[in-house]
């Protein structure tokens, strides 16, 4: 009896043992956040130089995704008279910052543009395919392309129109009102 009591615990102790080296051979790593947390990012930004922070003219307050463009997006919104903050904004709502977005309706790339090739080829106006002027697909997936194509668009329909707002209603999903153009400049507001 006292042989067996002594063989107890150490096989208990090695079948714990074994379990927990079994569940970390299978259980996935643990990810690693690689942004710091908000605070500390905040903390970190403010206590660099105003030179660092604006680097581009664009609110340093837009999430990575965005900022990688900027350069781009700063070019080509000053060229087609667009704050590149709008831009930024249009761009964070259509593909937070990712240049091979491809959405279920068939627009395309940073801007969400449609183009006049893949899905948007069916879409039917009364005088033929609605996107025929369109770039093509692989056009609008090269982010410059995308954003040159983008603000010349929106531009024109801020100059249409008469005002950005309404301009965003036309750029955005039709059939939803000011609803699109709402959540755009609410953004543009937020990262001011």
């Known amino acids: 009896m006292d042989f067996s009591r ?8 090695a ?10 051979m299978i259980s996935p790593p643990a990810q690693v956040n690689a942004q710091p947390p908000e605070n500390m990012q905040q903390q970190s930004e403010s206590s660099q130089p105003e ?14 995704a965005i900022q990688q463009w900027c350069h ?10 667009l704050d590149p903050n709008l831009v930024a904004a249009v761009m964070l709502q259509e593909s937070g910052g990712d240049a091979q977005a491809y959405s279920s309706s068939g627009a395309v790339g940073l801007l969400q543009v449609m183009p006049k090739d893949g899905i948007a080829a069916s879409f039917l106006c009364p005088n033929g395919p609605c996107f025929a002027s369109r770039p093509s697909m692989q056009e609008l997936f090269d982010p410059e392309f995308n954003i040159q194509y983008g603000t010349r668009m929106l531009s024109g329909l ?30 543009f507001q937020q990262y001011q």
């Open 15 to 24: 079948g714990v043992s074994a379990i927990v080296l079994l569940s970390a």
């Open 72 to 81: 781009l997006i700063v070019e080509y919104a000053d060229k087609n008279a």
């Open 51 to 64: 030179k660092t922070q604006k680097k581009c003219g664009l609110a340093s307050s837009y999430p990575a």
């Open 158 to 187: 801020q100059n249409k129109y008469g005002s950005i707002r309404d301009a965003l209603m036309a750029y955005g999903p039709a059939n939803v009102g000011y609803y699109y153009a709402d959540i755009v400049l609410a953004i």
């Open 6 to 13: 002594k063989l107890i615990f150490p096989g208990i102790l």
